[in-house]
């Protein structure tokens, strides 16, 4: 394949090349050859490439040095010439053959096969060439925003099984280089969070799409217009959202974001034409119909099925569903005190290629931490990995279970909840397939399975997920915090009861990043309709925007005596004040939601 645009730059990461290498995409090319030849060999899926010099290629290809390049000659004598180029090379360097192949031999078959060519062209540049592709998948899919299922309906299928995906044989696109569908500026992901090059296991763009992970074929129902951006936001959203969704993403960009944004929804019922074409009017913005992309690929059975995603298991199916090799995976309701682009460069990110951040601490007998057996202290988390069907998605048990589990509170029988969902940040090239595969399982069919639920709603999943693959992540160093109710400082000055609070992920930093305040900026309450005067509602909220946050604190275990409090109380753990720029942003949050809620139309 000869690559044109000259100037312009691609990433790539093959061995004769420093990690991170950017070579101009004029200067060389890389030839099948017959046979592994000499040490200037790249394998690339069981073929076999040699790098040629610019001079030798234009020479060869008879075109002229500068400019783009044109073909002159006739394909069947550039293939001779070629095929004869790389049987010369193996003569001449016959000698290096066999210490090429020891080398290759030392290498475990399954490393050896993941050592690709990632020649994925890096956003920036490709916006700085010019290249604008905005409307090359118009004929790709009958729509981009929305896609209406054209497969049977039915009841919802008792059967198991029938959440599985149907095994399809289509082939699936594996070019590793894709246009980009706009010119947006996106910012540049950091060196360490785009390259996989520092993972176990360097997984290319192509190994994580949905496709491959699930055999699946969906391209011919929904072609994202974001498919070859390397980062993004993925959120879900019912039309009951709406006023908190685009009051996020309006927030998003007042805070400097301007990455892409997704926002994936389950069956049309859930969101009407007027709320798509409210969220993608904001521009930079793709509204998905996951569920009804699903049925019609065949990768769920009928709607019956879909709709048992109608919540926030649906969260999950969208972060591997999504194009983005780097998601960011946010709850409606968080509240941004900073751009969440500069989590990308957090250390749990740079080292693991992930972020997840930590739930309450309770010592309660649910989930994970439910009591089994009768007087021998073993809880659920024990039994959940015992009893795991390994093999049911191509995993073997890892020896031994990791540092990061073996530290966790719910391995210690310290707390029925580990992780807060509500901000997960995943690369998806570091994780790998085996992890998504596992994901996917642990939501479509696990959940089903066991009499004992593992997590409540989505939020366990996400790190188990890795857990079970044997994949190094990361939780923030930090526990959650909680922001404060308005009599809370009267009642009980040192514990505060209202929305969690998570602070910066680094040890350096102790400013709050974000609040998950669905009661601080949600202006919709269950029953509203057109008669709600929405005004009133959030003069009501903006009144009870919380003062006070618990002071940063990092995890420990907690007293089953609850003082006569509910569980989201953090008891003991003190109070400060909340930086004072959150008083403004959550205004604006519950402004703009308002005028948001005074413009859709209500049932």
């Not at 299922?149 to 995906?165: C, N, V």
């Not at 915090?481 to 400082?489: K, M, R, Y």
């Given at each position: 394949e000869a690559f044109h645009n000259e100037g312009t730059k691609y990433k790539v990461d093959f061995t004769p090349l420093p990690d991170g290498a950017e070579i101009e995409a004029s200067e060389y090319l890389l030839v099948e050859c017959p046979s592994p030849p000499t040490r200037l060999l790249h394998t690339v899926h069981g073929k076999h490439y040699m790098q040629f010099g610019r001079d030798a290629v234009a020479a060869l290809l008879n075109m002229p040095r500068r400019g783009n390049w044109k073909r002159t000659t006739s394909l069947s004598s550039i293939l001779v010439s070629v095929f004869a180029v790389c049987l010369l090379c193996q003569a001449v360097l016959f000698r290096n053959i066999f210490s090429a192949v020891a080398d290759l031999q030392h290498d475990d078959d399954h490393r050896a096969h993941l050592r690709s060519v990632a020649?994925?062209?890096?956003?920036?540049?490709?916006?700085?060439?010019?290249?604008?592709?905005?409307?090359?998948?118009?004929?790709?899919?009958?729509?981009?925003?929305?896609?209406?299922?054209?497969?049977?309906?039915?009841?919802?299928?008792?059967?198991?099984?029938?959440?599985?995906?149907?095994?399809?044989?289509?082939?699936?696109?594996?070019?590793?280089?894709?246009?980009?569908?706009?010119?947006?500026?996106?910012?540049?992901?950091?060196?360490?969070?785009?390259?996989?090059?520092?993972?176990?296991?360097?997984?290319?763009?192509?190994?994580?799409?949905?496709?491959?992970?699930?055999?699946?074929?969906?391209?011919?129902?929904?072609?994202?217009?974001?498919?070859?951006?390397?980062?993004?936001?993925?959120?879900c959203m019912h039309t009951r959202m709406v006023p908190m969704g685009v009051s996020l993403i309006q927030e998003l960009r007042a805070l400097g974001n301007i990455d892409p944004v997704q926002v994936f929804y389950c069956l049309p019922n859930e969101l009407s034409s007027t709320d798509v074409t409210l969220l993608t009017g904001l521009g930079n913005v793709e509204v998905v119909d996951l569920c009804s992309v699903l049925v019609t690929s065949r990768v769920f059975a009928d709607h019956g099925v879909a709709s048992r995603f109608q919540n926030f298991w649906l969260k999950p199916l969208a972060l591997v569903f999504s194009p983005f090799p780097n998601v960011l995976l946010v709850d409606v309701d968080t509240i941004f005190l900073h751009d969440p682009a500069l989590l990308w460069t957090s250390s749990p990110v740079v080292d693991t290629g992930t972020l997840f951040f930590h739930d309450r601490v309770l010592d309660f007998s649910q989930f994970l931490n439910q009591d089994v057996g009768p007087d021998d202290g073993q809880t659920f988390i024990q039994v959940f990995f015992d009893t795991f069907p390994y093999a049911a998605v191509n995993l073997t048990r890892p020896a031994a279970i990791s540092d990061t589990m073996r530290r966790s509170m719910v391995w210690n029988k310290h707390t029925a909840h580990e992780q807060d969902s509500s901000v997960v940040l995943i690369d998806k090239t570091r994780a790998g397939p085996h992890v998504l595969e596992t994901l996917w399982y642990l939501v479509t069919v696990k959940r089903f399975q066991d009499q004992i639920t593992f997590s409540w709603g989505d939020k366990e999943a996400f790190w188990l997920a890795f857990e079970l693959a044997g994949i190094p992540y990361?939780?923030?160093?930090?526990?959650?915090?909680?922001?404060?109710?308005?009599?809370?400082?009267?009642?009980?000055?040192?514990?505060?009861?209202?929305?969690?609070?998570?602070?910066?992920?680094?040890?350096?930093?102790?400013?709050?990043?974000?609040?998950?305040?669905?009661?601080?900026?949600?202006?919709?309450?269950?029953?509203?309709?057109?008669?709600?005067?929405?005004?009133?509602?959030?003069?009501?909220?903006?009144?009870?925007?919380?003062?006070?946050?618990?002071?940063?604190?990092?995890?420990?275990?907690?007293?089953q005596n609850r003082q006569g409090l509910d569980q989201t109380c953090l008891l003991g753990e003190g109070a400060t004040d909340i930086p004072p720029a959150f008083q403004d942003i959550a205004e604006r949050r519950i402004r703009r939601g308002q005028a948001v809620a005074e413009a859709m139309t209500w049932d």
């Open positions: 020649a994925a062209a890096t956003w920036s540049d490709l916006v700085e060439a010019g290249i604008d592709n905005s409307t090359s998948h118009s004929t790709r899919a009958s729509s981009q925003n929305t896609t209406e299922p054209t497969g049977p309906s039915g009841s919802a299928s008792k059967s198991i099984d029938a959440l599985l995906p149907f095994n399809s044989n289509a082939s699936v696109s594996l070019a590793s280089v894709v246009e980009p569908t706009t010119t947006s500026n996106y910012a540049p992901l950091s060196s360490a969070a785009a390259s996989p090059s520092s993972s176990l296991h360097p997984w290319t763009v192509a190994d994580v799409s949905f496709d491959r992970v699930m055999d699946a074929d969906t391209r011919g129902v929904f072609v994202s217009k974001f498919a070859s951006a390397p980062r993004g936001i993925v959120m990361a939780f923030s160093p930090w526990n959650c915090g909680v922001v404060s109710l308005p009599d809370d400082a009267a009642l009980h000055p040192t514990t505060l009861c209202g929305s969690l609070a998570q602070y910066w992920p680094d040890l350096n930093k102790n400013d709050v990043f974000f609040v998950n305040g669905n009661a601080v900026v949600n202006v919709y309450r269950l029953g509203d309709g057109r008669h709600t005067d929405w005004a009133a509602r959030a003069a009501s909220l903006v009144a009870a925007i919380p003062k006070l946050v618990t002071p940063r604190h990092t995890r420990h275990p907690t007293s």
